[in-house]
C-alpha cells in the first residue's frame, strides 16, 4: 500500500503511534518525523505514558518456570553497548530491535530470516531456544560460512543448555569482570561467557583455560569481545576454568597469573 | 530499589539486580502480553523474549525520558502487538476467535489474579470515555489492532478515529492524574 501523508497530517499520527496502532510504513515515517517535529516529540511522550495506564489493569503473575529459564538464559546472553559507546561484545543490528525475536516453537510460522537457524531446536527446551536467538538473532548480516558455523555452534549450545543435568555458575572478581558458565557434565560441554572483560590492550588476547589436577592447563580457545566460547571434550575431573591475558594469537601454555578463575565443582565436574 | 534504579545497575551487567527487577516487572509485563496476546503460550515466549531484551538494552534506557516501568511496558506492548498481528496475518485469526469464544472471558481470568485498587481505577475511567473513545482506544491497545483495522470495525472515517484515540488517552490521563 502506498500512502502519502502530507506534513499536518503526519501530526495527527501521534496518538495511533502511542498505542502501536501504525501499520509498519507508517510507524517508520512518523519515527522519521518525530525526530524532525518537536511538538509531536512532546505529544507522544505524554500520550505514551498514558497508553501505559491502561497496562495497569493487566498485571499477572508470570509462570513459575518462566524465571528459571529467563535467568538462565541471562547468564549466557551478551548485553548491548550503551548509545554512543564501543560495543565490547557483538554488535546488535540496528535493525534488530523493530523485529520480532524468534520465539521457541518452529511449527509456528515466523517473518524471521533466522526461522531455518532454529528450526532444528525445536526439541530442545525454551531457554535454549532463546538464548540462541538472543547470541544469534541480532548481528549484523554475515556470509554464508559464518552462518553455517553459526547454525553448528547454535546447535551445539542448545544441546548444552537442554541437558538434564545443565547448571549455571558465575565467577566474579573485585573489578567486575567475570565469566558466566553453563556446563553439562553429560554432554562433557560448557558454554562460556565473558561479563566485562572488555578487550586488552596493545593487540593482547584473553585465552580460556582449562585446568585439571596435575595436568598442564589445556587451552579452550580466545574470547573474541563478549561472545560466548563452546568449550567441548571437557574432562570429567576438571576443576576450574581460567582466562589469562596473552600474546595476539594465544599461547600453548598460559604466560601470566588469571584474571579470572570459576571452580566447576557447582556444576557437575570435578571429584 | 526501584525499577529505575535497577535498570541501570543491570545495564552495568548486575545479574542480581536483573533479578530483583524480574520480581517488579514480570508480572506486568507478563500480564500485559497475555491480554493482547490471549494465547497463553505464546504470551509466555513473548513475555521471555521482552525480558530477556530488557536484559540485553538495559543500556538505552534514558531515565530522564520517564519511568522504567513505562518504558519496560512500551517495549512489551510493542512486541505483544507484533506477535498478534503476524498470528493475525498468518491466519490464525479463526482460531483465536474460536479459543476465546470456548474458554472463560479474559476480564474473568485476570480479575481473579489480582484486584487491585489501580486495577479498579482503570475500568472506572474507562466507563467515563464515550463509546467511541473507548473502542478506539481498546480496539487498539489491548486488542492490537491499527488504527486502519479499528476504523474498520467501527465503520468510521479514519480522521475520527485518530481524534477519539487522541481524546480517548487525554481524557483518560485527566481521570487517572489523581489516582496514583
Ligand atoms: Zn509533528
Known amino acids: 500500500m502506498t500512502v502519502l501523508f502530507r506534513r499536518s497530517e503526519m501530526h495527527s499520527l501521534a496518538a495511533p503511534y502511542a ?13 522519521k518525523h518525530l525526530k524532525r517535529c518537536d511538538s509531536c516529540a512532546a505529544e507522544v511522550r505524554l500520550l505514551r505514558e498514558d497508553a501505559v495506564r491502561l497496562a495497569w489493569n493487566t498485571a499477572a503473575p508470570a509462570p513459575a ?10 547468564r549466557t ?32 510460522p515466523r517473518p524471521s530470516r533466522l526461522h531455518g537457524l532454529l528450526s532444528p531446536l525445536a526439541a530442545t527446551t525454551a531457554a535454549a531456544a532463546l538464548v540462541v536467538a538472543a547470541l544469534f538473532g541480532v548481528q549484523a548480516s554475515r ?64 585465552q580460556l583455560w582449562l585446568m ?38 594465544g599461547s600453548p601454555q598460559p604466560t601470566s597469573a588469571p584474571v579470572v578463575q570459576l571452580a566447576l565443582n557447582s556444576v557437575g565436574f570435578g571429584e | 530499589m526501584q525499577a529505575d534504579e535497577l535498570l541501570v545497575l543491570v545495564a552495568k551487567g548486575d545479574q542480581k539486580a536483573f533479578e530483583d527487577l ?33 536484559w540485553r538494552s538495559a543500556a538505552r534506557y534514558d531515565p530522564g525520558r520517564g519511568s522504567a516501568l513505562a518504558w519496560v511496558l512500551t517495549l512489551a506492548h510493542r512486541r505483544a502487538v507484533d506477535r498478534v498481528r503476524s498470528a493475525r496475518a498468518a491466519g490464525e485469526r479463526e482460531m483465536r476467535e474460536a479459543q476465546r469464544a470456548s474458554g472463560p472471558a479474559f476480564d474473568q481470568v485476570a480479575e481473579e489474579v489480582e484486584a487491585g485498587l489501580e486495577r479498579e481505577w482503570v475500568r472506572r475511567c474507562l466507563d467515563r470515555l464515550t463509546a467511541l473513545q473507548r ?42 492524574g489523581g489516582a496514583v
Open chain 2, 22 to 54: 524480574y520480581g517488579l516487572v514480570s508480572g506486568p509485563v507478563f500480564g500485559l502480553v497475555r491480554r493482547v496476546v490471549r494465547d497463553p503460550a505464546q504470551s509466555e515466549e513473548v513475555a521471555q523474549e521482552v525480558l530477556l531484551e530488557l
Open chain 1, 77 to 108: 546472553t551478551p548485553q548491548e553497548a550503551a548509545p554512543g559507546q564501543t560495543a565490547l561484545g557483538p554488535q546488535p543490528h540496528p535493525r534488530a530491535a523493530q523485529q520480532p525475536l524468534p520465539g521457541m516453537r518452529a511449527q509456528r
Open chain 2, 135 to 176: 473502542q478506539s482506544v481498546t480496539l487498539a491497545y489491548y486488542d492490537g489492532y491499527t488504527y486502519r483495522e479499528v476504523a474498520e470495525r467501527l465503520s468510521l472515517p479514519l480522521g475520527t478515529v485518530k481524534t477519539r484515540m487522541r481524546d480517548g488517552l487525554t481524557r483518560l490521563r485527566e481521570c487517572l
Open chain 1, 143 to 206: 556470509t554464508q560460512d559464518q552462518l553455517d558455523q553459526e547454525r553448528t555452534q547454535a546447535r551445539e549450545i542448545a544441546n548444552i543448555l537442554a541437558a538434564p543435568d545443565a547448571a549455571a555458575s558465575a565467577g566474579q572478581v573485585a573489578n567486575g569482570q567475570s565469566i558466566n558458565v553453563v556446563a553439562s557434565a553429560s554432554e562433557r560441554a560448557a558454554v562460556v561467557t565473558p561479563a566485562g572483560l572488555g578487550r586488552p590492550t596493545n593487540g593482547r588476547v584473553h
Open chain 1, 19 to 31: 498505542l502501536d496502532a501504525l501499520e509498519p510504513r507508517e510507524h517508520q515515517r512518523f519515527e
Open chain 1, 65 to 74: 518456570a518462566m524465571r528459571n529459564r529467563v535467568l538462565m538464559a541471562v
Open chain 1, 212 to 249: 585439571r589436577p596435575e595436568v598442564q592447563p589445556r587451552s579452550l580457545g580466545l574470547f573474541d569481545g563478549d561472545t560466548p566460547l563452546l568449550a567441548t571434550d571437557l574432562n570429567p575431573d576438571a576443576t576450574s576454568l581460567a582466562v589469562t591475558v596473552e600474546p595476539q594469537g
